[in-house]
């Protein structure tokens, strides 16, 4: 179990605290409007009404104990960057910082933060992906030139191993995993000698043409 401190509790924030307790982490969450932390209150350790920009709301909260922080303040440069430095003096060693444009995302890089977050472009770049292909599961942009989809078995694949199809060398993809959907069951490291049957569902990483050329395929 992890210690997470999530600071800003918007839609995003919101769901994010929530979904770190379900999975078992020790969760504090920190806002500035006693209304909405009222209500996440029962759905993650500890909920806290105060200014994360702050050094000694922070220190009250535990957030030196923590092992990574998010700041979901995006909408707030300010608070953001401030939250930010307050965080980094404590000693958090990972800050993820939820960010809205290219000069907010530079400004937080340039004073520390792990990684800088765009969720709107991240799920627009996963829509656009998937409802142009008519086939893709999910689609996630990793960074950089690399990204990861899920899709279905082809209809020319089935009853055909991953050595067979030389995937690396056709498409310059790599399978990182099966999904058996049928039993809800991920096969990492997947054998390249087993038969993909039509219950399997494909994780694939490669640059976005790659991927988009394998997503054609019916």
């Known amino acids: 179990m992890k210690r997470f401190i999530v600071i800003?509790?918007?839609?995003?924030?919101?769901?994010l605290a929530r979904r770190l307790h379900e999975i078992g982490h020790d969760v504090v969450a920190i806002d500035a409007r006693p209304d909405v932390v009222d209500a996440l209150g029962p759905h993650?350790?500890?909920?806290?009404?105060?200014?994360?920009?702050?050094r000694a709301v922070l220190e009250e909260a535990g957030a030196r104990a923590s092992?990574?922080?998010?700041?979901?303040?995006?909408?707030?440069?300010?608070?953001?960057?401030l939250a930010l430095l307050a965080l980094r003096d404590i000693g958090v060693k990972e800050i993820f910082v939820k960010v809205r444009s290219d000069d907010h995302a530079r400004i937080a890089d340039s004073l520390g933060a792990t990684e800088s977050i765009f969720p709107e472009r991240e799920s627009a770049l996963g829509l656009a992906s998937r409802v142009t292909s008519g086939k893709l599961l999910q689609y996630?942009?990793?960074g950089g030139d690399l990204s990861l989809q899920e899709m279905p078995?082809?209809?020319?694949?089935?009853?055909?191993?991953?050595?067979?199809?030389?995937?690396?060398?056709?498409?310059?993809?790599?399978?990182?995993?099966?999904?058996?959907v049928l039993r809800d069951a991920f096969m990492p490291v997947p054998d390249p000698g087993r038969a993909l049957t039509q219950s399997d569902a494909l994780l694939v990483a490669g640059n976005p043409q790659s991927l988009e050329k394998l997503a054609r395929l019916r």
């Open 8 to 15: 800003g509790l918007g839609n995003f924030g919101n769901i």
């Open 44 to 54: 993650v350790g500890r909920a806290v009404v105060g200014d994360a920009t702050k």
């Open 67 to 81: 092992d990574a922080a998010v700041i979901s303040t995006g909408e707030n440069l300010a608070a953001s960057i």
């Open 140 to 142: 996630v942009q990793l």
């Open 153 to 180: 078995v082809p209809e020319e694949w089935l009853g055909r191993n991953l050595r067979e199809l030389e995937l690396p060398q056709r498409y310059r993809v790599q399978v990182v995993a099966v999904h058996d």
